[in-house]
């Protein structure tokens, strides 16, 4: 990277994401800002230097004049990031980075505005401040006017406006400069404030750290390692576009699964499998507000299908059209691309999405803390999905790994219709029908006897990916977690002793044993490592999955955040990032794996 454009290192995961569940900005270590897409989490990105680092890049970087070292954190129980940077001499300044979101009139205040905030922590520290902007994926370079007080960067109808109260003339210019003061940077719609820029930075920044703190005080917490899940807590949570309800997988596109890979895809959408994971995750810890939000987005996706084919993914405003296609222009992360936008899997037929969205609205029938439980209406709905399940159970799929040259009748798949049967049922029961219980569990009964019998693989010990198959994969895992058999049975336990030796490195665990369409995958898939967590401590192997865990929290970045991927040998980060399925592993196995409160109080 050059030095012009601020970076000393290569591109790296370690990054930290500010967000209000309306868009979302990652910041490197030295409080650079190389990832903004606006006005949403799929949009154009304002700030893409995490995949062209280069002239064209766009970011925004408090660059420190004989810069020597930084320290990162989050305000404690906030989504506030602040970073710490130091000179050669021991000056230093701190930035503060905050995307507002807090109660006003009524109501959620979650403006497209990102506040930066920078004050002296000692000396005369010299920075230059590099506000590059770019539109239309760094294709275009925007023009530029001014203010007295603010910054306006346009190109065709996309024009972002800066406020400050930093000197203009050496924004504009990049000229360092001796901060001598508190400065303040408000990026938002082109509108003029309100109130004064600090007042406003300054009430913004408390309001937004006060919503947190109330926001994770009614967290229902495990005794132990709170501090990590409060931190997946808060990232699941930035991952909710609260417009609609979507949540999507990751933040980022065309991170590679490993180096030079070539398995590089768009994550900035709602996988209907993803996000079920991300609401039980957050409903195990009392958080049923995001399952309020996402019922709402797929209701509509259910009830648009008419009973028919489902995607596996949409996009956050229920776009059903997701055409991959390839920037060129841009040479990715780490020179590593293609960088892809769009994505094809949105053409895929997946089986195990009907089973996912009847465990999203599980819960809607249950629980008595919900505004608008679910009732007869919703449930006709989901029945529809319910027959599709039914009907494509035993048919061939891509599953939910996505292969795209290959279609088998997925264990996985199966799985999953079996659990919008077994749900069903369980919903006609609190609904008071004993019909449609007998009708729905005399579907689930069906399917789970073919599971039983077609997926295990005497020859390997364990229950195979596919019906008829030999190949392993880590999916079966999910045989427990969705309560189809128990832990104990002889068939599971063996599967988990078969896993480990086919697809571990060590703690861990691949998706898959089998070539796909890039070869066989390199890196360990970090919800697998989690879902081989899980099994461990269902079987009574509590000990090896702590043991496991403990690896995994190490896995982390340094604000502890989790991408898709780890490396088995070199322990990097690799793939989309932050990844949903990664921070909903880590709360998933702290809840199972903690001591119980009643231990200590």
Same mark, same amino acid.
């Given at each position: 990277?050059?030095?012009?454009?601020?970076?000393?290192?290569?591109?790296?995961?370690?990054?930290?994401?500010?967000?209000?569940?309306?868009? /979302?900005?990652?910041?490197?270590?030295?409080?650079?800002?190389?990832?903004?897409?606006?006005?949403?989490?799929?949009?154009?990105?304002?700030?893409?230097?995490?995949?062209?680092?280069?002239?064209?890049?766009?970011?925004?970087?408090?660059?420190?004049?004989?810069?020597?070292?930084?320290?990162?954190?989050?305000?404690?129980?906030?989504?506030?990031?602040?970073?710490?940077? %130091?000179?050669?001499?021991?000056?230093?300044?701190?930035?503060?980075?905050?995307?507002? !979101?807090?109660?006003?009139?009524?109501?959620?205040?979650?403006?497209?505005?990102? #506040?930066?905030?920078?004050?002296?922590?000692?000396?005369?520290?010299?920075?230059?401040?590099?506000?590059?902007?770019?539109?239309?994926?760094?294709?275009?370079?925007?023009? #530029?006017?001014?203010? /007295?007080?603010?910054?306006?960067?346009?190109?065709?109808?996309?024009?972002?406006?800066?406020?400050?109260?930093?000197?203009?003339?050496?924004?504009?210019?990049?000229?360092?400069?001796?901060?001598?003061?508190?400065?303040?940077?408000?990026?938002?719609?082109?509108?003029?404030?309100? =109130?004064?820029?600090?007042?406003?930075?300054?009430?913004?920044?408390?309001?937004?750290? =006060?919503?947190?703190?109330?926001?994770?005080?009614?967290?229902?917490?495990?005794?132990?390692?709170?501090?990590?899940?409060?931190?997946?807590?808060?990232?699941?949570?930035?991952?909710?576009?609260?417009?609609?309800?979507?949540?999507?997988?990751?933040?980022?596109?065309?991170?590679?699964?490993?180096?030079?890979?070539?398995?590089?895809?768009?994550?900035?959408?709602?996988?209907?499998?993803?996000?079920?994971?991300?609401?039980?995750?957050?409903?195990?810890?009392?958080?049923?507000?995001?399952?309020?939000?996402?019922?709402?987005?797929?209701?509509?996706?259910?009830?648009?299908?008419?009973?028919?084919?489902?995607?596996?993914?949409?996009?956050?405003?229920?776009?059903?059209?997701?055409?991959?296609?390839?920037?060129?222009?841009?040479?990715?992360?780490?020179?590593?691309?293609?960088?892809?936008?769009?994505?094809?899997?949105?053409?895929?037929?997946?089986?195990?999405?009907?089973?996912? #969205?009847?465990?999203?609205?599980?819960?809607?029938?249950?629980?008595?803390?919900?505004?608008?439980?679910?009732?007869?209406?919703?449930?006709?709905?989901?029945?529809?999905?319910?027959?599709?399940?039914?009907?494509?159970?035993?048919?061939?799929?891509?599953?939910?790994?996505?292969?795209?040259?290959?279609?088998?009748?997925?264990?996985?798949?199966?799985?999953?219709?079996?659990?919008?049967?077994?749900?069903?049922?369980?919903?006609?029961?609190?609904?008071?029908?004993?019909? @449609?219980?007998?009708?729905?569990?005399?579907?689930?009964?069906?399917?789970?006897?073919?599971?039983?019998?077609?997926?295990?693989?005497?020859?390997?010990?364990? %229950?195979?990916?596919?019906?008829?198959? @030999?190949?392993?994969?880590?999916?079966?895992?999910?045989?427990?977690?969705?309560?189809?058999?128990?832990?104990?049975?002889?068939?599971?336990?063996?599967?988990?002793?078969?896993?480990?030796?086919?697809?571990?490195?060590?703690?861990?665990? !691949?998706?898959?044993?089998?070539?796909?369409?890039?070869?066989?995958?390199?890196?360990?898939?970090?919800?697998?490592?989690?879902?081989?967590?899980?099994?461990?401590? !269902?079987?009574? @192997?509590?000990?090896?999955?702590?043991?496991?865990?403990?690896?995994?929290?190490? /896995?982390?970045?340094?604000?502890?955040?989790?991408?898709?991927?780890?490396?088995?040998?070199?322990?990097?980060?690799?793939?989309?990032?932050?990844?949903?399925?990664?921070?909903?592993?880590?709360?998933?196995?702290?809840? !199972?794996?903690?001591?119980?409160?009643?231990?200590?109080?």
């Amino acid at each position: 990277m050059s030095n012009d454009a601020g970076f000393a290192t290569p591109n790296t995961l370690q990054l930290g994401m500010i967000g209000n569940c309306a868009y /979302s900005a990652l910041v490197d270590p030295q409080s650079r800002i190389v990832w903004c897409c606006l006005p949403r989490f799929d949009g154009d990105p304002v700030f893409n230097a995490l995949l062209d680092p280069g002239e064209n890049g766009g970011l925004w970087a408090f660059e420190l004049e004989d810069y020597e070292r930084s320290e990162q954190f989050y305000e404690p129980n906030t989504a506030v990031l602040r970073t710490r940077m %130091f000179d050669r001499r021991g000056h230093g300044i701190e930035v503060t980075d905050l995307a507002p !979101r807090f109660w006003s009139r009524g109501r959620t205040f979650r403006p497209l505005t990102l #506040i930066r905030r920078v004050r002296v922590l000692s000396g005369s520290p010299r920075m230059r401040v590099l506000l590059r902007p770019r539109f239309d994926w760094g294709r275009a370079k925007p023009m #530029i006017t001014q203010g /007295s007080t603010h910054i306006r960067y346009f190109s065709g109808n996309s024009v972002v406006r800066v406020n400050t109260d930093a000197p203009i003339s050496y924004v504009l210019a990049e000229t360092p400069f001796v901060v001598d003061r508190p400065m303040n940077f408000i990026l938002g719609p082109d509108e003029t404030l309100a =109130s004064g820029i600090e007042d406003t930075a300054r009430l913004f920044e408390q309001e937004t750290i =006060s919503y947190w703190r109330q926001w994770t005080r009614a967290l229902a917490l495990p005794l132990e390692w709170q501090e990590a899940v409060i931190r997946a807590a808060i990232t699941l949570k930035l991952s909710l576009y609260e417009d609609t309800g979507a949540i999507v997988a990751a933040m980022t596109t065309s991170i590679p699964e490993a180096p030079g890979s070539g398995r590089n895809w768009d994550y900035r959408y709602c996988w209907l499998r993803d996000a079920f994971f991300v609401v039980r995750a957050l409903n195990s810890i009392s958080e049923v507000a995001t399952m309020e939000e996402y019922l709402r987005w797929l209701m509509n996706v259910v009830i648009r299908s008419g009973g028919g084919h489902i995607q596996p993914l949409y996009g956050i405003g229920q776009e059903e059209k997701l055409p991959e296609h390839i920037m060129d222009h841009l040479p990715g992360y780490r020179g590593m691309g293609p960088v892809r936008v769009g994505n094809q899997a949105q053409e895929h037929f997946q089986h195990d999405v009907y089973g996912n #969205i009847l465990l999203a609205a599980a819960q809607a029938f249950h629980d008595h803390r919900l505004f608008k439980r679910a009732g007869r209406a919703e449930f006709e709905h989901l029945e529809a999905v319910g027959e599709q399940a039914f009907r494509v159970y035993d048919t061939p799929d891509a599953g939910m790994w996505e292969l795209r040259t290959r279609a088998r009748i997925h264990t996985s798949s199966a799985l999953m219709s079996w659990v919008a049967c077994d749900r069903l049922a369980k919903m006609a029961a609190t609904l008071g029908l004993p019909q @449609r219980i007998r009708f729905w569990r005399e579907r689930a009964d069906t399917i789970r006897a073919r599971i039983l019998q077609e997926s295990w693989n005497e020859e390997r010990q364990a %229950f195979a990916e596919s019906f008829g198959g @030999r190949d392993l994969d880590a999916s079966a895992l999910l045989m427990a977690e969705v309560n189809m058999i128990d832990p104990n049975d002889a068939r599971f336990i063996a599967t988990v002793d078969a896993l480990e030796k086919s697809l571990c490195d060590g703690p861990y665990m !691949r998706r898959y044993e089998a070539a796909d369409d890039f070869g066989k995958p390199e890196t360990a898939f970090n919800i697998c490592t989690f879902w081989r967590i899980d099994a461990l401590a !269902r079987i009574g @192997r509590k000990a090896q999955a702590r043991e496991i865990f403990e690896v995994m929290l190490k /896995s982390r970045n340094h604000l502890g955040l989790l991408s898709e991927d780890t490396h088995p040998v070199t322990g990097e980060m690799w793939g989309n990032f932050p990844q949903t399925y990664s921070m909903v592993g880590l709360i998933n196995a702290a809840v !199972r794996l903690s001591a119980p409160w009643d231990s200590v109080i």
